[in-house]
């Protein structure tokens, strides 16, 4: 897979929400074009983990993401829980890849069975039957076999489990670096060349 051109990073109600903004920023640094979905879950996390207003109108969470990130006009959309009518709907125009991050048990559930009920979910299932790359980054502790008999079955069918586990190895001091650990695998994956993790054999031994 070469580096996308388009990417869809869907934040639903799951805790680590910090994960997936730090994402749409470094796409956005990466000039990819992004396009947004939230769930309604996603706004009362945001509010209890960040203490972060994600307004219900998909038009000013895109005007505050394009203030965040200093996106180009047009390089970032965000549409709403049922518009259909948004490219990620239809396979005959979906984004290169799609991450969601986090990803809830209930989506990860919902996409597993093609439930299609909201736009990321439909968008999720388009990804699927498109054959395009798919990540999901769920969190939930402990996993139940509910849960894992879920991921198994996505992982059969192509879609990369990206669980937000950070490693201890590179000595993170902030709770950003630890961040920085998970958002550097799923860069990895879309194949966006990144640097905010040294790599493993890189560093010259003492
Ligand atoms: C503060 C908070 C933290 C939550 N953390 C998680 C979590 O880590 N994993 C999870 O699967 N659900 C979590 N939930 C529950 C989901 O938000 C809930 O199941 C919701 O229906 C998911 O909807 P969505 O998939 O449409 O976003 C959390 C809810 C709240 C309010």
Redesign the pocket.
Same mark, same amino acid.
């Given at each position: 897979m070469q580096a996308p051109h388009t990417v869809t990073v869907a934040l639903? *109600?799951? %805790?680590g929400l910090p994960y997936g903004l730090r994402l749409i920023d470094q796409l956005v640094a990466a000039e990819i074009r992004v396009w947004v979905l939230y %769930?309604?879950?996603?706004q009362?996390?945001a509010k209890?983990?960040m203490d972060l207003h994600l307004p219900s109108r998909p038009s000013e969470v895109q005007q505050w993401l394009q203030q965040r990130t200093g996106a180009k006009t047009g390089q970032l959309a965000v549409f709403g829980r049922e518009e259909w009518f948004a490219p990620v709907a239809s396979g005959s125009n979906p984004a290169d890849a799609m991450v969601v991050c986090p990803c %809830?048990? *209930?989506?990860l559930a919902a996409i597993a069975h093609g439930m299609s009920d909201n736009l990321i979910e439909r968008a999720a299932d388009v990804s699927i039957k498109e054959g395009r790359k798919l990540i999901l980054v769920p969190?939930?502790t402990p996993f139940s076999v509910i849960h894992l008999e879920n991921m198994l079955k996505l992982a059969r069918l192509g879609v990369v489990i990206l669980p937000p586990s950070p490693g201890f190895y590179t000595h993170p001091a902030s709770v950003d670096d630890i961040v920085d650990f998970v958002v550097a695998r799923i860069l990895d994956q879309l194949r966006i060349p990144n640097s905010l993790m040294p790599r493993w054999g890189d560093t010259p031994k003492e």
């Open positions: 639903t *109600g799951a %805790s %769930s309604q879950a996603a009362v996390v209890q983990e %809830s048990m *209930g989506t969190r939930e």
